[in-house]
Each structure stands twice: as C-alpha cells, then as structure tokens.
C-alpha cells in the first residue's frame, strides 16, 4: 500500500515510522520517501490499522493507493 505521510523530516522520523508499521507486522517490507513524504508497505496489515498506527506514533497519514 502507498501512504502519504506527514511529519517527516529526518532519518529519526524514518525509524519511527517503519517502527510503527513493523510493530503490526515484524516481516513487513517498508519504504519510506522523506522527499515525497510517501511511505510504500507490504505487509500482512489493513490500511486502517497502519494509519491508526502511524497516528499513535504522531505521524498523519491518508491512504494514496491499496497496490503494493
């Protein structure tokens, strides 16, 4: 799935972020573009959890596309 979301800025940020998702799926592949603020997951996790997850770690995000 590709997110777009906000709040990042830094290496620090990347971390967190990919630390949020995996924590819904250890084996999850993350990407995260700082540039575009675009995070791309595969995963065995809904968008709606890895939103909520991503909000928890106060890091917004909104769903660009289900594709992986």
């Not at 997110?3 to 993350?30: E, F, G, I, K, Y």
């Not at 990407?31 to 917004?60: H, K, M, N, S, W």
């Amino acid at each position: 799935m590709l997110l777009r979301v906000q709040n990042m800025s830094c290496q620090h940020c990347v971390q967190t972020v990919t630390r949020a998702l995996r924590a819904l799926d250890p084996a999850a592949t993350v990407t995260v573009d700082l540039a575009r603020g675009e995070v791309r997951t595969q995963g065995a996790f809904d968008a709606e959890a890895a939103i909520a997850a991503l909000a928890d770690a106060d890091y917004p995000a909104t769903l660009l596309s289900l594709e992986d």
